[in-house]
């Protein structure tokens, strides 16, 4: 699996019960989707992964009426190796009045628009907010197999994937652009990396089978 990722979370107490979180980006999973697709998706759990799943595969994200795109769809016109590069636009962020969290999404120079959103009785701790948020990319792969490359398979370069024009949505709905660098967790840096943030951007990614 491969993925580029918003986590929106809640960590309670630290203990697994209180986890709560929210996912969405897109992905590449042959085991989920049975396919080697660049998939749109969403992703939900609490109590510490008990409860929830990817998309629409339990009760949870309600679709909004007319939405462009469906959690666990293809997108068609994903940027693949040496192909030339394509933007998605993703927002996450709760709702001052219904206090539901909702997902946006747009592709290239689509104006992003409501797909869906979490409601807020989903959840235990992140019902109230979130005091945890990461963006970036993952790759994993079964012990017996190589892993898959991440992002564009370069390390963090103008050839790698990026994330741009990346802003914190306040409690009160505003948008702030984050322009200072913010902590780097890298679990295989040798692998797979990420770069400062300069400009609200950073890239990110690195080759398959590197472990």
Not at 23 to 38: A, K, Q
Not at 149 to 164: F, I, N, Q, R, Y
């Amino acid at each position: 699996m491969s993925a580029s990722s918003i986590w929106v979370a809640n960590v309670g107490n630290w203990s697994k019960e209180s986890y709560n979180s929210i996912r969405v980006g897109w992905m590449v999973s042959p085991e989920i989707y049975g396919d080697s697709h660049t998939h749109f998706y969403t992703h939900w759990i609490r109590d510490g992964g008990r409860t929830g799943c990817y998309n629409m595969d339990c009760p949870g994200f309600q679709l909004e009426k007319g939405s462009k795109i469906t959690p666990g769809a293809i997108i068609n016109s994903a940027c693949t190796s040496g192909g030339s590069s394509q933007t998605i636009t993703m927002k996450v962020f709760k709702d001052k009045t219904s206090e539901n969290w909702w997902v946006y999404y747009g592709m290239n120079n689509d104006t992003p628009t409501a797909v869906g959103y979490y409601p807020t009785n989903l959840f235990t701790t992140l019902a109230t907010k979130a005091n945890s948020i990461s963006v970036g990319g993952e790759s994993r792969a079964r012990r017996s197999l190589p892993t898959p490359p991440m992002g564009s398979g370069s390390l963090p370069s103008e050839k790698a994937a990026s994330v741009s024009n990346l802003q914190f949505i306040d409690q009160d709905g505003q948008a702030i652009i984050i322009q200072s660098d913010l902590p780097i967790i890298a679990k295989e840096p040798k692998c797979y990396y990420v770069s400062p943030i300069i400009g609200a951007k950073f890239f990110y990614g690195g080759p398959a089978g590197c472990f």
